[in-house]
């Protein structure tokens, strides 16, 4: 088993929809948790973070972290055009553990 | 957020020479960088960890005399992809955690990537 999984879409919403990403993890250590958007020919920026279980809301945005579940979700309200691109998960134990990465769910939002 | 810089952006090379990567933290102090490759539509595969003052970590099947790294001050590290092939052809890109004393925060901010293409 993969320490983390993401399917990697792609997903294709219309403009205007909710875009729903998730991604489940098998170590129970993970505390801090990421969401990077990158777009094609650059480097993740970084999205949300959020540390242990609970919701976070950064405008259109809003991630979800189920630690009983080993299951962290994005949501993406009133999708843009701008927003397509290759969102990554990532989590980690924190101090100085690595970060461990989805392989990145691919977005289309089509005007 | 923290602004890391990544430099070059785009690189072309012939097959038996060297390539640099910079990688600098332009607002914060990193103590720790980290390089990565990633394929197309694949994730980012961490190739070595790079600590300010002392030796990177390479990870298991990463070749250290072919990717050598040097972390030579808080805000500057380097990759150097030595005697490039075309399979060493791969999208880099570094990332850099800021450092407050003993605490390294857990968020992690990348570069813009190198795209390397060896010819």
């Known amino acids: 088993q993969k320490e983390v999984e993401q399917d990697p879409g792609p997903l294709s919403v219309p403009e205007g929809a909710i875009v729903s990403l998730n991604c489940t993890y098998s170590n129970s250590a993970f505390q801090y948790f990421m969401w990077y958007r990158q777009y094609s020919r650059k480097g993740p920026e970084l999205l949300m973070y959020t540390y242990s279980s609970g919701n976070k809301e950064d405008g259109r945005f809003t991630a979800q972290v189920d630690k009983s579940s080993k299951y962290i979700s994005l949501f993406i309200r009133d999708s843009q055009p701008s927003d397509s691109a290759t969102y990554l998960c990532a989590m980690s134990a924190g101090g100085n553990n690595r970060l461990a990465f989805g392989k990145g769910n691919q977005v289309v939002v089509i005007p | 957020g923290a602004v890391v810089s990544q430099h070059p952006s785009r690189v072309i090379c012939k097959s038996g020479t060297s390539v640099k990567i910079e990688c600098r933290s332009l607002?914060?102090?990193?103590?720790?960088m980290f390089w990565y490759r990633q394929f197309p539509k694949k994730s980012l595969m961490l190739m070595a960890t790079s600590n300010e003052g002392s030796k990177a970590t390479y990870e298991q099947g990463v070749e250290k005399d072919k990717f050598l790294i040097n972390h030579a001050s808080l805000t500057l590290s380097t990759l150097t992809v030595t005697s490039a092939h075309p399979e060493d052809s791969s999208f880099y890109i570094c990332?850099?955690?800021?450092?407050?004393?003993?605490?390294?925060?857990?968020?992690?901010?990348f570069g813009q990537g190198t795209r390397l293409t060896v010819v």
């Open positions: 607002d914060f102090q990193a103590t720790t």
């Open positions: 990332s850099a955690r800021r450092s407050q004393g003993q605490h390294l925060n857990t968020e992690a901010f």
